[in-house]
T-cell receptor, first 115, second 111 residues
Framework: DAGVTQSPTHLIKTRGQQVTLRCSPK?????VSWYQQALGQGPQFIFQ???????QRGNFPDRFSGHQFPNYSSELNVNALLLGDSALYLC??????????????FGPGTRLTVT | TQLLEQSPQFLSIQEGENLTVYCNSS?????LQWYRQEPGEGPVLLVT?????EVKKLKRLTFQFGDARKDSSLHITAAQPGDTGLYLC???????????FGSGTQLTVLP
């Protein structure tokens, strides 16, 4: 039973560029959430996707956008990269129907460095 | 926006010692989770608590949820070097589906 997978593991981009990160949820899960974790901090919620729609969003600008595909996998896109976007980007999957009490399972993350 | 405060921020102890990590908020949580994260990896779920006053044990780890569901603690007995990591609490309030995380406690257990 595969857990949450993310790609790539590491990425280096230049200010102003655009980046796409990918996530495949745990088998049987239908909901994907994205988090940004700066060094030494806890993860910050970006947004959550269910049934291919963004359902909730944290306090992140419109430069951050996403997509969920029919197979439940998801992408996170960040446009016009800033130095402050450098962070570990985490994907978490869960089962919607049990979401309120259920756990979110995290992938290993993508380490994004913006220079 | 609910704020989760974790303390201490850093903790360095010798193998065999006991320790307690705290997670506090002024908000009431519908559920609270504890995670452990190692460098370069994603958080790994340790436990979920949903009932006020609930106590759960996981080997040498004891988790407690406050009666008012506003705070939680994690107690580790006879810490081992393998317990080293970033311990994060995360909570949901009301109908929120996303998790709000604390800033974490970085634990180092020295052999």
């Amino acid at each position: 039973d595969a857990g949450v997978t993310q790609s790539p593991t590491h990425l280096i981009k230049t200010r102003g560029q655009q980046v796409t990160l990918r996530c495949s949820p745990k088998s049987g899960h239908d909901t994907v959430s994205w988090y940004q974790q700066a060094l030494g901090q806890g993860p910050q919620f970006i947004f959550q996707y269910y049934e291919e729609e963004e359902r909730q969003r944290g306090n992140f600008p419109d430069r951050f956008s996403g997509h969920q595909f029919p197979n439940y996998s998801s992408e996170l896109n960040v446009n016009a990269l800033l130095l402050g976007d450098s962070a570990l980007y985490l994907c978490a999957s869960s089962l919607r129907i049990r979401d309120r009490g259920s756990e979110q399972y995290f992938g290993p993350g993508t380490r994004l460095t913006v220079t | 926006t609910q704020l989760l405060e974790q303390s201490p921020q850093f903790l360095s102890i010798q193998e065999g010692e006991n320790l307690t990590v705290y997670c506090n908020s002024s908000s009431v949580f519908s559920s609270l989770q504890w995670y452990r994260q190692e460098p370069g990896e994603g958080p790994v779920l340790l436990v979920t608590v949903v009932t006020g006053g609930e106590v759960k044990k996981l080997k040498r780890l004891t988790f407690q949820f406050g009666d008012a569901r506003k705070d939680s603690s994690l107690h580790i007995t006879a810490a081992q070097p393998g317990d080293t990591g970033l311990y994060l609490c995360a909570a949901r309030s009301g109908s929120a589906r996303q998790l709000t995380f604390g800033s974490g406690t970085q634990l180092t257990v020295l052999p």
